[in-house]
T-cell receptor
Framework: AQSVTQLGSHVSVSEGALVLLRCNYS??????LFWYVQYPNQGLQLLLK??????LVKGINGFEAEFKKSETSFHLTKPSAHMSDAAEYFC????????????FGSGTRLSIRP | GAGVSQSPSNKVTEKGKDVELRCDPI?????LYWYRQSLGQGLEFLIY????????KSGLPSDRFSAERTGGSVSTLTIQRTQQEDSAVYLC??????????????FGPGTRLTVL
């Protein structure tokens, strides 16, 4: 069975500071990994995805994530937070062999302090 | 259409009533998914349709929940005899497929269901 654990339901950083949102996965097979973002009153949209190519994945809005098999992690980072980054972020995992279920984490709400 | 649309955007119903939630996927997308997002929770997978294949219903929480997809396009999620614990945001997503590879899911804005 696959699962993801997001450490910290709420993260607050100052504008301009580093953003680090943690995600650890559990998978019996090589996974695909995703980060989705949900801005207030909007639908979810894909930030980035890992599909076994480069371990460092770059996404939209300056975000990136690094797949670390030894740590079973896929943490999301951004060097300098912007006020517009305030949103809910979801890590997700899926089997490489299937395009069906994507299992989501419980989400991390990111707040940006002026 | 330009994106996935869902209707209604909000639905308030009384306990015991049936509700129908609608999803219009992106034109041409063969895969359609339903998720449920409860307050403070992640997204819970409900059901997945792929082309003409039998749907993956493994996430439906009870037999009060059902879904269909007509003509490979529009989908309706039906909840019978609603309970208060059914209150949540119901999200629909669609994606194209390419040789079994993971394709990006595009999400609709959701339907917020409140069961009184």
């Amino acid at each position: 069975a696959q699962s993801v654990t997001q450490l910290g339901s709420h993260v607050s950083v100052s504008e301009g500071a580093l953003v680090l949102l943690r995600c650890n996965y559990s998978s019996s097979v090589p996974p695909y990994l995703f980060w989705y973002v949900q801005y207030p009153n909007q639908g979810l949209q894909l930030l980035l995805k890992y599909t076994s190519a480069a371990t460092l994945v770059k996404g939209i809005n300056g975000f990136e994530a690094e797949f670390k098999k030894s740590e079973t992690s896929f943490h999301l980072t951004k060097p300098s937070a912007h006020m517009s980054d305030a949103a809910e972020y979801f890590c997700a995992v899926s089997k490489k062999s299937s395009a069906s279920k994507i299992i989501f984490g419980s989400g991390t709400r990111l707040s940006i302090r002026p | 259409g330009a994106g996935v649309s869902q209707s209604p955007s909000n639905k308030v119903t009384e306990k015991g009533k049936d509700v129908e939630l609608r999803c219009d996927p992106i034109s041409g997308h063969t895969a359609l998914y339903w998720y449920r997002q409860s307050l403070g929770q992640g997204l819970e997978f409900l059901i997945y349709f792929q082309g003409n294949s039998a749907p993956d219903k493994s996430g439906l929480p009870s037999d009060r929940f059902s879904a269909e997809r007509t003509g490979g396009s529009v989908s309706t999620l039906t909840i019978q005899r609603t309970q208060q614990e059914d209150s949540a945001v119901y999200l629909c997503a669609s994606s194209s497929t390419s040789g079994g590879a993971i394709d990006t899911q595009y999400f609709g804005p959701g339907t917020r269901l409140t069961v009184l």
